[in-house]
């Protein structure tokens, strides 16, 4: 992503970890792994933070 000139705030390897990064600091992009380590895992974060039900809105393919 840096290559892309994003500024990359933070890479998570925990549920908790997200929590911490997302809480903390202004986010514009998430790219989350559905696998990441544990339980609750990425889809249990953006399914937390309703952020599916707000894409579905927008009608995307890939939804």
């Keep these: 992503m840096e290559s892309y000139y994003y500024n990359v705030i933070g890479v998570a390897a925990s549920y908790q970890e997200v929590l911490l990064l997302y809480n903390r600091l202004p986010i514009y992009i998430i790219i989350i792994d559905m696998y990441i380590d544990g339980k609750p895992d990425g ?7 309703d952020f599916y039900g707000r894409a ?4 995307p393919f890939a939804v």
């Design 43 to 49: 889809i249990a974060f953006i399914e937390n933070q």
């Design 56 to 59: 579905k809105l927008t009608k």
